[in-house]
């Protein structure tokens, strides 16, 4: 799964990377270094025209449209890539809204023996932002009568290098896959064959301290390197 995530590029330097289109409102956006379900997170989607990219701000949980509460999200903030086109909660989504969910890396916890579970850092090796599928959803039930925007981030089984830390990874889309993925009308036979697991020989997984297990730290002390127990520092 993917449960945390980091996000410090700023409103203008995602506008460049995604080719943003409708840039009118900038967006107030800090540096997230332990992003956790619930939040707001930026993400990026297709124009209602169809004419570009728009840069929004989603709720990170996927509510479907006939759900009761808003409550549901917080178990749905993966989508597995396997079964994507035929869960309830995400299949209309997949078919005519996706999205992508700009990040800059990953976290994942190592189960150990007789320990804590040790959290690692995944990044690309050139530390070059990353753009995880995404699904999104528009909820109209809240209390208050307002739409209630929100998100699911696709994951896929995990690559040779994650597999020792974790069973799953979110789906990264190379740059030249993104209009591919944004073009969410109706036939995702071109979408189903970009969910695969990144390559390895292009990712870097680190350990980190303790001190990011907790969604309240949200600074730059949760990605610097930490040690593994019992064992020297080390770099996958």
């Not at 990170?60 to 309830?88: F, H, M, Q, Y």
Request: net charge positive; hydrophobic share 40%.
């Amino acid at each position: 799964m993917c449960g945390r995530y980091t996000q410090i590029s700023s409103w203008s330097e995602l506008v460049r990377l995604y080719r943003i289109t409708d840039a009118a409102t900038p967006l107030n956006l800090r540096p997230r270094y332990n992003i956790a379900p619930t939040q707001d997170v930026s993400v990026v989607r297709a124009a209602p025209d169809g004419g570009g990219r728009t840069l929004t701000r989603m709720r990170w949980g996927l509510v479907p449209s006939w759900a009761k509460d808003i409550a549901i999200g917080a178990r749905l903030i993966n989508a597995r890539a396997e079964t994507v086109a035929e869960k309830p909660s995400f299949r209309d989504a997949y078919r005519r809204r996706r999205c992508l969910i700009p990040a800059d890396g990953f976290y994942e916890w190592q189960k150990r023996p007789g320990g804590p579970k040790q959290p690692y850092l995944i990044t690309l090796k050139d530390q070059r932002p990353i753009a995880f599928a995404g699904l999104w959803e528009c909820w109209n039930k809240a209390p208050d009568g307002r739409p209630v925007q929100t998100c699911a981030i696709i994951t896929t089984e995990a690559n040779d290098l994650l597999r020792p830390i974790h069973g799953r990874m979110p789906v990264i889309l190379d740059a030249a896959d993104h209009d591919a993925w944004l073009d969410a009308d109706g036939h995702d036979g071109a979408a189903a064959a970009l969910l695969r697991p990144y390559s390895s020989a292009d990712m870097r997984a680190g350990p980190v301290g303790a001190y990011v297990n907790s969604a309240r730290n949200d600074d730059p002390k949760c990605v610097e390197p930490g040690q593994v127990e019992g064992g020297d520092r080390l770099l996958l």
